[in-house]
């Protein structure tokens, strides 16, 4: 089973930032969360990942609560490119083994 | 990112033939790929995983003599499903990683199979 819940889904509106949220209160300590996107009909797109701290890449931003228990993803500025459906995903531990829950459905609206 | 590449896109087969699948890391050597599927206005489900040499290892529920994977190469994996019928026709998604624990996988673009 997945270790994560996420809302099923979300609206944001265009240029806004969207800040989507992970719940994973079972992550061990050398656990990863990684943050998946799919746009319908294609594969998913690694996003960004991270252990402890938060992470910053050229696409979004990863914040990790101190207790690890949750995560909040944020897309600084959304397009409408970014409607997909986003996973929070937590590996087992000590492998590379994603196990994909439902994932958020988020929405850009114009 | 690293890209993975996985042919054919889509295909459509004949109940009762074979049809194999091939996924490709294209700018890294891929010592851990696995194989998803994922039904329509479903989430992925992980089939199986597969190392370099190694005998893949199948999740529960899984049948590895219908779905047959190789991992010849550090750059290739196939998966092959025999026998087809209209119940396997579904999204087969490949991903792969150069590890270790806390690198990130990448993803092929999918196979769409429909057997009629």
């Known amino acids: 089973d997945a270790k994560t819940t996420q809302p099923p889904s979300m609206d944001c509106a265009e240029g806004r930032a969207a800040n989507l949220p992970c719940n994973h209160s079972t992550i061990s300590g050398n656990e990863y969360v990684y943050w998946y996107r799919q746009i319908h009909s294609q594969g998913p797109q690694y996003i960004i990942h991270?252990?402890?701290n938060n992470e910053t890449n050229e696409m979004a931003s990863l914040i990790i609560t101190e207790d690890r228990k949750s995560s909040t993803l944020i897309l600084p500025h959304a397009t409408l490119r970014d409607t997909a459906v986003y996973y929070c995903i937590v590996t087992t531990s000590g492998t590379y083994k994603y196990i994909f829950g439902t994932g958020t459905r988020l929405k850009v609206l114009a | 990112g690293a890209v993975v590449s996985q042919h054919p896109s889509w295909v459509i087969c004949k109940s009762g033939t074979s049809v194999k699948i091939e996924c490709r890391s294209l700018?890294?050597?891929?010592?851990?790929m696995f194989w998803y599927r994922q039904f329509p206005k479903q989430s992925l489900m992980l089939m199986a995983t597969?190392?370099?040499?190694?005998?893949?290892?199948?999740e529960q529920g899984v049948e590895k003599d219908k779905f047959l994977i190789n991992h010849a190469s550090l750059t290739l994996s196939t998966l092959t499903v025999t026998s087809a019928h209209p119940e396997d026709s579904s999204f087969y998604i490949c991903?792969?990683?150069?590890?270790?624990?806390?690198?990130?996988?990448?993803f092929g673009q999918g196979t769409r199979l429909t057997v009629v």
């Open positions: 597969s190392n370099e040499g190694s005998k893949a290892t199948y």
């Open positions: 700018d890294f050597q891929a010592t851990t």
């Open positions: 991270g252990l402890k």
């Open positions: 991903s792969a990683t150069s590890g270790p624990v806390g690198t990130e996988a990448f």
